[in-house]
């Protein structure tokens, strides 16, 4: 089969989908979704015809393909393939010739270079390219795979994990069937009374999805006994049927292939999904709902803190790779570790040590090994305790901003926390915990509470808590969100800084609240935005961490960061990501849950843009469903999954200051039910070394992945303009610039879809 060859030349294959390959955005090995043609790593100048024609010089018509446009029909019934290959014919002047064969989206099929036989490799539905070559004429027209699979009953959960079947609870895919209940299940069924009757409680509607991630599962209300449900998914070029039976049947996951295969195959357009239900052999529904997927995968790695469902004190550092249904110890070390921030590189984590005001940081790319502790007071004798609990690490995680004082917010008494770092907020040095000299700082900002750097390290954010007033910004004591400018003598983010001091400047508020306070800010990987947390009810906190166990009310924010310092910026709520739909709230209630659209907390942004869309991940304390249900507040004690989960929500890479860019959140698959788990980190895995196998520049130390002797290896220099994912130092390094691919945080980022 002759492949093709995706960005930064990685073979693209039928294989690539049942292999689950996952990569930061559309385009890159096993991504299907079409995309620009400087995203497939070709010259995005040249617009292949639709016809099935190609021109030579003085616009004669060469060559010619057929059948043109054709089409190829796929049924999978019960893993039965049924199809039949479709053999194209190069034509010169009416004459056939022996031309060799390519197709552009290999997931689709099996396309032989000599014979021009394509057979469907029944993994995905789409439209792609066949391209017949005869010395130096081309001719290209397009082939369409339209899918259908029909699914009756699967195979049972035999060991569901901490995360339940899937990595996301229920009890896994239901049994066969019978003939009569399926027609009934096919046919419009009687229209539910009511979403009492039969309504959606998880996913939501108009969710965004990245490609990547473990299938939903999709959870509903009824007043029947449901012994059977009818799952059916549509998109352009695919449909999915699955039939399922059980006892009183109240969710039901999606198919893992049937998922990959919507998903991956998935051309811009609404993914359709309808789920109808027997009860003794009548139906009732459909309901539905459409739901978006992003052109991109998200891979790397989710750290996060894990609190034990036997002592709500325990905590450890856990990771979850995107596609595992379960996670595992971020650093091998089991001990109580807690309080932690990654550095968006991905190699630095740091944390608490047991239930004490030591810390550790460690290297993400060395299986965890630990690169120093921190106890009594540093060799410049600042106290190291708590020094770096919530703070801001530098984009290489060689060096971090303290949070100071107020920042967990666990007690409503005393006047600052003392679970804080007590001493200033000044920068402090990874290898040993002492002070980094600086300019613009030093009595300007005394306490900056949970600060954070923007992925390029180029500025900072925090809540202005205590200082002087500088450039007419005054201190907010808790009320107002600051950002600075940073420069460190380093190009770009991430990349080591010169010699010190460090120097920041341009002091202005993104912010001001009288009464509210606005805490845990995270950049957007432009750096255009930062999202925030909103906490309301301050009597239940010292300060902006307003600790999600104090039970605080608070919601996610974003505000633009304008490049001229003269513009106001412009705050707003992220409806859709906290559960809004034109300010009335749509999530799911109940007695112990009657406004989870006040459950939102503590969010961080992936750091690259990915499929055109940023993605935050946060934690929620809303109903999962019907398969967390309890107090929204209630410590996990082992009796009962815990409602304290990270979720994810899809952000507009196209931000309007003042409107909401938000996508309504998802369930991050993989966490355990029963735990507490905590500040998520959504973070790059460790780059490869130049030389290495690679699918795209961003897993590349030196920052490109170029087709070498036919492989596809790590660089450290373009050759040409930079691919999706490659490094950049301006938009115009990067390829594709006429269809919207821009630099985004030092890598070349896709358009938002439109």
Same mark, same amino acid.
């Given at each position: 089969?002759?492949?093709?060859?995706?960005?930064?030349?990685?073979?693209?294959?039928?294989?690539?989908?049942?292999?689950?390959?996952?990569?930061?955005?559309?385009?890159?090995?096993?991504?299907?979704?079409?995309?620009?043609?400087?995203?497939?790593?070709?010259?995005?100048?040249?617009?292949?015809?639709?016809?099935? =024609?190609?021109?030579?010089?003085?616009?004669?018509?060469?060559?010619?393909?057929?059948?043109?446009?054709?089409?190829?029909?796929?049924?999978?019934?019960?893993?039965?393939?049924?199809?039949?290959?479709?053999?194209?014919?190069?034509?010169?002047?009416?004459?056939?010739?022996?031309?060799?064969?390519?197709?552009?989206?290999?997931?689709?099929?099996?396309?032989?270079?000599?014979?021009?036989?394509?057979?469907?490799?029944?993994?995905?539905?789409?439209?792609?390219?066949?391209?017949?070559?005869?010395?130096?004429?081309?001719?290209?027209?397009?082939?369409?795979?339209?899918?259908?699979?029909?699914?009756?009953?699967?195979?049972?959960?035999?060991?569901?994990?901490?995360?339940?079947?899937?990595?996301?609870?229920?009890?896994?895919?239901?049994?066969?069937?019978?003939?009569?209940?399926?027609?009934?299940?096919?046919?419009?069924?009687?229209?539910?009374?009511?979403?009492?009757?039969?309504?959606?409680?998880?996913?939501?509607?108009?969710?965004?999805?990245?490609?990547?991630?473990?299938?939903?599962?999709?959870?509903?209300?009824?007043?029947?006994?449901?012994?059977?449900?009818?799952?059916?998914?549509?998109?352009?070029?695919?449909?999915?049927?699955?039939?399922?039976?059980?006892?009183?049947?109240?969710?039901?996951?999606?198919?893992?292939?049937?998922?990959?295969?919507?998903?991956?195959?998935?051309?811009?357009?609404?993914?359709?999904?309808?789920?109808?239900?027997? =009860?003794?052999?009548?139906?009732?529904?459909?309901?539905?709902?459409?739901?978006?997927?992003?052109?991109?995968?998200?891979?790397?790695?989710?750290?996060?803190?894990?609190?034990?469902?036997?002592?709500?004190?325990?905590?450890?550092?856990?990771?979850?790779?995107?596609?595992?249904?379960?996670?595992?110890?971020?650093?091998?070390?089991?001990?109580?570790?807690?309080?932690?921030?990654?550095?968006?590189?991905?190699?630095?984590?740091?944390?608490?040590?047991?239930?004490?005001?030591?810390?550790?940081?460690?290297?993400?790319?060395?299986?965890?090994?630990?690169?120093?502790?921190?106890?009594?007071?540093?060799?410049?004798?600042?106290?190291?305790?708590?020094?770096?609990?919530?703070?801001?690490?530098?984009?290489?995680?060689?060096?971090?901003?303290?949070?100071?004082?107020?920042?967990?917010?666990?007690?409503?008494?005393?006047?600052?926390?003392?679970?804080?770092?007590?001493?200033?907020?000044?920068?402090?040095?990874?290898?040993?915990?002492?002070?980094?000299?600086?300019?613009?700082?030093?009595?300007?900002?005394?306490?900056?509470?949970?600060?954070?750097?923007?992925?390029?390290?180029?500025?900072?954010?925090?809540?202005?808590?205590?200082?002087?007033?500088?450039?007419?910004?005054?201190?907010?004591?808790?009320?107002?969100?600051?950002?600075?400018?940073?420069?460190?003598?380093?190009?770009?983010?991430?990349?080591?800084?010169?010699?010190?001091?460090?120097?920041?400047?341009?002091?202005?508020?993104?912010?001001?609240?009288?009464?509210?306070?606005?805490?845990?800010?995270?950049?957007?990987?432009?750096?255009?935005?930062?999202?925030?947390?909103?906490?309301?009810?301050?009597?239940?906190?010292?300060?902006?961490?307003?600790?999600?166990?104090?039970?605080?009310?608070?919601?996610?924010?974003?505000?633009?960061?304008?490049?001229?310092?003269?513009?106001?910026?412009?705050?707003?709520?992220?409806?859709?990501?906290?559960?809004?739909?034109?300010?009335?709230?749509?999530?799911?209630?109940?007695?112990?849950?009657?406004?989870?659209?006040?459950?939102?907390?503590?969010?961080?942004?992936?750091?690259?843009?990915?499929?055109?869309?940023?993605?935050?991940?946060?934690?929620?304390?809303?109903?999962?469903?019907?398969?967390?249900?309890?107090?929204?507040?209630?410590?996990?004690?082992?009796?009962?999954?815990?409602?304290?989960?990270?979720?994810?929500?899809?952000?507009?890479?196209?931000?309007?200051?003042?409107?909401?860019?938000?996508?309504?959140?998802?369930?991050?698959?993989?966490?355990?039910?029963?735990?507490?788990?905590?500040?998520?980190?959504?973070?790059?895995?460790?780059?490869?070394?130049?030389?290495?196998?690679?699918?795209?520049?961003?897993?590349?130390?030196?920052?490109?992945?170029?087709?070498?002797?036919?492989?596809?290896?790590?660089?450290?220099?373009?050759?040409?303009?930079?691919?999706?994912? =490659?490094?950049?130092?301006?938009?115009?390094?990067?390829?594709?610039?006429?269809?919207?691919?821009?630099?985004?945080?030092?890598?070349?980022?896709?358009?938002?879809?439109?």
């Amino acid at each position: 089969m002759r492949g093709f060859r995706g960005r930064g030349g990685a073979l693209l294959g039928a294989v690539a989908i049942a292999g689950g390959v996952a990569a930061w955005g559309g385009g890159c090995s096993g991504e299907t979704a079409p995309v620009a043609a400087s995203d497939a790593g070709v010259d995005a100048a040249v617009t292949p015809p639709d016809d099935a =024609e190609a021109f030579g010089e003085g616009g004669q018509s060469q060559l010619a393909i057929s059948p043109a446009n054709a089409t190829i029909d796929v049924s999978i019934v019960d893993g039965v393939l049924t199809t039949k290959p479709v053999t194209f014919v190069a034509s010169q002047s009416a004459t056939p010739v022996a031309a060799s064969w390519s197709l552009d989206r290999g997931e689709l099929g099996a396309l032989v270079a000599a014979t021009g036989v394509l057979t469907a490799s029944g993994t995905v539905g789409g439209t792609g390219t066949v391209t017949a070559t005869f010395g130096s004429l081309t001719a290209t027209t397009k082939v369409s795979v339209n899918l259908r699979v029909v699914q009756n009953g699967g195979a049972p959960c035999v060991s569901p994990g901490a995360g339940g079947c899937g990595g996301v609870g229920g009890e896994g895919l239901g049994g066969p069937v019978d003939a009569p209940t399926q027609a009934a299940l096919r046919a419009p069924g009687s229209a539910p009374a009511s979403a009492s009757e039969l309504g959606w409680l998880y996913p939501y509607d108009a969710t965004l999805w990245p490609r990547g991630l473990l299938p939903p599962l999709l959870q509903w209300q009824t007043t029947h006994a449901v012994s059977a449900v009818y799952i059916h998914l549509r998109q352009t070029n695919y449909e999915f049927e699955g039939f399922y039976s059980g006892s009183s049947l109240v969710h039901q996951p999606i198919d893992e292939a049937a998922w990959k295969a919507a998903t991956y195959g998935n051309a811009g357009d609404p993914l359709h999904v309808e789920i109808t239900v027997a =009860e003794g052999g009548k139906s009732i529904g459909p309901i539905a709902e459409n739901w978006k997927v992003a052109p991109g995968s998200l891979k790397g790695t989710i750290y996060y803190t894990e609190y034990s469902n036997t002592n709500p004190r325990f905590g450890a550092e856990m990771a979850i790779k995107p596609g595992s249904g379960a996670p595992t110890y971020a650093t091998g070390d089991t001990s109580c570790r807690a309080c932690h921030e990654v550095s968006a590189d991905g190699s630095t984590l740091f944390s608490t040590i047991g239930n004490t005001s030591d810390q550790a940081a460690s290297d993400l790319r060395n299986n965890g090994q630990t690169i120093a502790t921190y106890s009594g007071n540093a060799p410049d004798n600042t106290p190291n305790a708590f020094k770096f609990t919530f703070s801001a690490p530098y984009p290489d995680g060689t060096f971090a901003m303290a949070s100071s004082h107020y920042t967990l917010g666990v007690s409503n008494v005393i006047p600052k926390d003392d679970d804080s770092y007590a001493g200033d907020s000044n920068l402090f040095r990874r290898a040993d915990g002492t002070t980094i000299p600086t300019t613009g700082w030093t009595g300007a900002v005394t306490t900056a509470v949970t600060p954070a750097f923007s992925p390029d390290g180029k500025r900072l954010a925090f809540n202005f808590w205590e200082g002087q007033t500088t450039g007419g910004v005054a201190p907010g004591n808790g009320h107002t969100l600051a950002v600075m400018d940073f420069s460190c003598g380093s190009a770009d983010g991430g990349s080591a800084c010169g010699s010190p001091p460090y120097a920041f400047s341009n002091l202005r508020a993104l912010y001001n609240d009288k009464t509210n306070v606005p805490g845990w800010p995270a950049f957007l990987p432009a750096g255009d935005g930062v999202v925030f947390h909103m906490a309301f009810d301050t009597n239940l906190c010292t300060g902006t961490g307003c600790g999600t166990f104090s039970k605080p009310p608070a919601e996610l924010w974003w505000v633009d960061v304008p490049k001229n310092p003269q513009t106001a910026p412009t705050a707003s709520r992220l409806d859709a990501l906290d559960g809004l739909k034109g300010g009335v709230p749509y999530l799911p209630r109940s007695g112990s849950h009657p406004s989870d659209e006040t459950l939102s907390y503590k969010p961080t942004v992936v750091p690259i843009s990915v499929g055109g869309y940023s993605w935050v991940v946060f934690i929620s304390r809303r109903l999962y469903g019907n398969v967390i249900t309890g107090d929204p507040f209630a410590r996990a004690d082992n009796v009962e999954p815990c409602s304290a989960k990270l979720w994810v929500a899809a952000l507009d890479s196209k931000v309007t200051p003042g409107k909401d860019p938000s996508h309504p959140a998802f369930y991050l698959p993989g966490q355990n039910l029963m735990h507490a788990n905590m500040h998520g980190f959504w973070a790059p895995d460790p780059c490869q070394a130049d030389g290495s196998a690679c699918a795209s520049g961003d897993a590349c130390c030196g920052g490109y992945c170029r087709t070498v002797d036919g492989g596809s290896v790590c660089a450290n220099a373009p050759v040409g303009c930079a691919q999706v994912f =490659e490094k950049c130092g301006s938009d115009a390094d990067c390829c594709g610039g006429a269809q919207g691919v821009r630099c985004v945080n030092a890598r070349c980022a896709s358009p938002q879809p439109n």
